[in-house]
């Protein structure tokens, strides 16, 4: 039985897509190539500029990058309708600059395949023939025709699925084999039909077919497929059949159907040109004598290794290893090579292609491919001059040897190429700044980014290094850490910091942490670092290659905000378009100056942002400085001043100040998208109003502040909302600004009470109220008077509250704002209740409900239903309490209402207690506890207290 959501897809033939049974429309024709290019790949990611040669070749429209968003997103949508927005979700993800397809073989037929197919090599090679023919059976019916057929518009992207034809076909000649082995050649002839239609050049296919036919006693068909071939090879390729398709018909003139025997050797190679005899070559540099950790890399390493030994593979093993500068690839790779070298008998060779040094793009091929034969022992003399000699001539002495080779330091796939060797028992390691998915595209390459090491490994590195210090003594842990991670765990950093200690042994460990604690000067901290070992300078390398666009975003990007910044964020810091700032971002992902995770969030290492901050104070202009901070600040400003919008439309806004010309904030058009955004950006907008604060940004930082107050409250992050409010405060009154004071004051008093600290808040109000009252703001005036109700009903003094709540009912009438009348009357209502005045209670609850009802805002009306509930329970109506206290649940569930979600599942709990309902009282106090426990910190204690003690009471 198919599940009801079950994904399937076909690459094996047409892209197709079906869920639960029923095929899905995969959109149009340039969406569905991008979903089979990504497919094809089968787990490898692809890089943006990979697949805009893919989909459009040399040739790509401007909105390539755009066409391909938008691609993926529709995609995402069609597979799993229910992602949230901006969700990867489970097949398709980002990947640095671009993606990469994952799916399993019950969803993918393409691993389906490949997964059967090694199998069956498995059994054949363990002689069993039988099972293995099984196998292949089972994985051949998966062929329907060429792979993406009709979707292969680029060059490069035919060739992508014309390599998965390829595996179909060795597929099915092997499987022939076998059949021919155990006399059941009719259970591959379907396949072998398909195969010779979809390679109608491919000799060892049609061989196959010839000579299985014939074993099936077909041999009159087999004759005709024969002379098909034969005719088509010499009409369209002006050639006769080779060696194999003859025999195969040779074998059906004489009947001899079984089998083929051995082939006899073939005729022996041409002499390769003259080398000085045979001493192998063992160029490897040396290893690190203090190598240690990197344990999972090297597994990594090691299994890649393993992985293409146990694969059919017709070209050398290839390895690339990418990652930012200092990151260690070249150490992990050289410590790899030497664990690896002794399984390489016809020795190694190293070339350091410095390819991301100056502009010319490194060490020339042909400089290359003469080091490399002078290596292999060949004479000078013989040495040709021609690029294409020097190939054919390092393929010839590369022929069927068992050697290592390390390239370093490569600049892209083109440099590499050329350097390959002409042996599949040979093994290539690589280094790169850049993903080389060319490589892995078109020559099979497996790719892997290295990052900054874990901790463990970190402290390991550190500490060996620092061993050789005898005379030092033992140095705190924390300050060790503090120092790692000050150096954002950057072996090269590490490296250089140990053998600056060296150097000055009676240099303290305090001394070293306090220079990297100063961000502008941090990387003053490695001033004996020269060249390669100078973090600047592996930095630059990298910089230098970047288009003036992308330098001058790289440089832009060091005033972004921790931990992080969006494309949408990039797009006002820089005032460009999306488009081009997106084809920036990919440059700079792509030279692993930036990357970007899995939400589409930018960041950098410590030290390249500390490096990208030096080139921006010292390249761009103060005035230019200023400017891109402006549009960062004001972006961020507008977008949570929507986002509240949507949140709570009927909350009487502050709206700032028009944005400056190319801020681009995010209009969120629903309040689930708002509450999105919200929960991405929390952190980030912390630290843009500290970050206001800090540079004198005039209103900016207490009205970014107040935008978020109504998220903070909502979902419980209350300690971050005082914290937000101080540095809102200090803004304020460095600007002498008594209204933004006054605004910031009343929120302030309200994370206070949050945590209990009712004086205090009583002391911010009465200041806030102050200012409202000194320039005639009725509105703010009654939201002062609902936040002294609540603190005076916190310190239990009900007449107060009640005062309170009546003074904010008249100036919302005068303001003439019915929606915050609502709450004040609710709260009027709830503390006539306390005073025992129930009927006047019930009736001015009536009318805040009605009231409320006119205006929507649900977590009002779930306070107002708690009120009531309270109310009905005083006059004796406990069932009709149990109903509006359902009621608020849901009123407070349907906007996500943290405190007054708890408090309706508290009280619930509570009523159902009283009246014997014990499970159900459980299964509310539960409910309470979920909520209360998705709280930054667990929840005010205040709340934690009321719902321990009650939760005591039903044990």
């Not at 200092?326 to 002794?342: L, N």
Request: charged content about 25%; hydrophobic content about 45%; aromatic content about 6%.
């Amino acid at each position: 039985m198919i599940e009801p959501n079950a994904l399937r897809l076909q690459i094996m033939g047409p892209l197709r897509i079906w869920r639960g049974g029923h095929e899905l429309d995969a959109g149009p024709r340039q969406q569905r190539c991008l979903l089979a290019l990504l497919i094809a790949q089968e787990g490898r990611p692809v890089s943006m500029t990979d697949l805009i040669d893919l989909m459009w070749g040399p040739v790509p429209p401007a909105s390539a990058i755009n066409v391909i968003h938008k691609y993926v997103g529709a995609l995402r949508r069609l597979m799993e309708p229910d992602l949230t927005p901006r969700s990867p979700g489970s097949f398709l993800a980002r990947h640095d600059t671009g993606y990469r397809f994952s799916a399993g073989p019950e969803t993918l037929d393409l691993v389906a395949f490949r997964q059967s197919v090694a199998l069956a090599r498995e059994l054949a090679g363990r002689d069993q023939p039988e099972e293995a023919l099984d196998r292949y059976v089972q994985a051949l019916q998966l062929g329907q025709g060429p792979a993406g057929d009709t979707l292969g518009d680029s060059a490069a992207a035919t060739a992508t699925f014309a390599g998965i034809d390829g595996e179909f076909f060795d597929a099915a000649v092997a499987a022939a084999g076998i059949a021919l082995t155990v006399g059941r050649p009719s259970r591959v002839l379907p396949a072998l039909r398909l195969a010779a239609r979809m390679g109608r050049m491919h000799e060892p296919v049609h061989a196959a077919l010839v000579t299985t036919l014939a074993a099936g006693g077909h041999q009159a068909e087999a004759l005709d497929a024969y002379r098909s071939i034969r005719e088509r090879l010499a009409d369209e390729l002006g050639i006769d059949p080779g060696r194999e398709l003859q025999e195969a018909q040779q074998r059906v003139l004489t009947q001899a159907v079984a089998p083929p025997a051995e082939q006899s050797a073939p005729p022996a190679p041409a002499p390769a040109p003259s080398r000085t005899p045979p001493m192998w070559p063992a160029q490897l540099p040396p290893d690190q004598p203090m190598f240690v950790g990197r344990t999972y890399e090297l597994g990594v390493l090691h299994g890649l290794v393993l992985e293409m030994r146990d694969s059919r593979r017709t070209s050398p093993m290839v390895v690339a290893v990418d990652g930012m500068g200092g990151v260690g690839k070249s150490t992990i790779v050289t410590h790899f090579a030497h664990r690896v070298a002794g399984d390489f008998s016809d020795g190694q060779l190293y070339l350091d292609l410095r390819g991301n040094e100056g502009e010319d793009g490194g060490v020339p091929a042909t400089e290359a491919l003469r080091s490399l034969l002078y290596a292999l022992g060949l004479r000078a003399a013989d040495v040709p001059d021609t690029f294409d000699a020097l190939v054919g001539a390092y393929r010839s002495l590369t022929a069927g040897k068992r050697i290592l080779v390390m390239l370093d330091d490569v600049r892209d796939a083109a440099q590499v190429r050329p350097l390959l060797p002409n042996s599949v028992d040979s093994l290539v390691l690589i280094t790169s700044r850049r993903p080389l998915v060319g490589l892995a595209a078109s020559d099979g390459a497996r790719l892997y980014r290295a990052y900054v090491p874990e901790l463990p490994d970190a402290r390991e590195i550190l500490a060996t290094r620092l061993s050789t210090l005898r005379s030092r003594p033992e140095a705190d842990a924390a300050v060790l850490d503090e120092i790692i991670e000050l150096c954002g765990r950057l072996p090269l950093a590490l490296a250089i910091l140990a053998a600056r200690l060296c150097v000055r042994p009676t240099l303290s460990l305090t001394t070293v942490a306090a220079e990297l604690r100063d961000g502008v000067r941090r990387l003053e901290a490695f001033p004996e670092g020269r060249g390669v070992t100078d973090p600047r300078t592996a930095f630059s390398w990298s910089y230098r290659q970047l288009s003036p666009g992308a330098a001058r975003l790289f440089r832009l990007l060091s005033v972004g905000l921790t931990p992080g910044i969006t494309l949408e964020a990039c797009v006002s810091l820089s005032g460009h378009d999306p488009q081009r700032t997106r084809a920036e971002l990919d440059e700079l992902s792509e030279a692993a100056l930036v990357a970007e995770d899995e939400g589409g969030c930018f960041t950098s290492h410590v030290l390249v942002r500390a490096y990208a901050e030096e080139l921006f104070t010292a390249t761009d202009p103060v005035a230019e400085q200023r400017a891109a901070v402006t549009r960062l600040l004001q972006y961020y400003l507008h977008s949570s001043f929507n986002a509240q919008v949507v949140l709570e439309p009927n909350r009487p806004p502050i709206a700032p100040e028009p944005a400056a010309p190319g801020v681009r904030p995010e209009q969120p058009g629903s309040y689930d998208e708002g509450i999105d955004w919200f929960a991405r950006n929390r952190t980030v907008l912390e630290e843009a109003v500290r970050v206001a604060a800090d540079l004198g940004y005039g209103i900016v930082p207490w009205q970014l502040a107040l935008t978020m107050q109504q998220y903070f409250e909502w979902f419980g992050y209350f300690q971050d909302w005082e914290d937000v409010m101080r540095f809102a405060l200090r803004a304020a009154r460095e600007q002498d600004d008594v209204i933004g004071e006054a605004h910031v004051l009343r929120s302030l008093a309200g994370a206070r009470w949050f945590f209990d600290a009712n004086e205090e808040a009583l002391a911010l109000l009465s200041a806030a109220l102050e200012v409202y009252v000194s320039h005639g703001m009725l509105l703010e005036q009654a939201l002062t008077y609902i936040n002294f109700y609540s603190v005076h009903a916190a310190l239990g003094d009900e007449q107060r509250a009640l005062e309170s709540a009546e003074t904010a009912v008249k100036l919302c009438r005068a303001a003439g704002n019915d929606k915050s009348e609502a709450l004040s009357l609710g709260y009027m209502g709830k503390a006539l209740t306390r005073l025992g005045r129930y009927g006047e209670a019930a009736t001015v609850l009536r009318e805040a409900l009605d009231l409320n009802l006119s205006g929507g805002r649900r977590h009002v009306e779930a306070m107002i239903r708690v009120a009531v509930a309270d109310n009905l329970v005083k006059l004796g109506r406990t069932g009709d309490a149990v109903d509006e206290l359902r009621r608020a649940v849901e009123a407070a569930r349907s906007v996500g209402q943290g405190p007054y979600h708890f408090e309706a599942f508290r009280r619930l709990s509570e009523l159902l207690l009283a009246m014997g309902d014990r499970d159900g009282a459980r299964e509310a106090c539960r409910r309470a506890r979920e909520v209360l426990e998705r709280f930054q910190g667990g929840g005010p204690r205040h709340m934690q207290a009321g719902l321990e003690k009650l939760a005591a009471r039903l044990t």
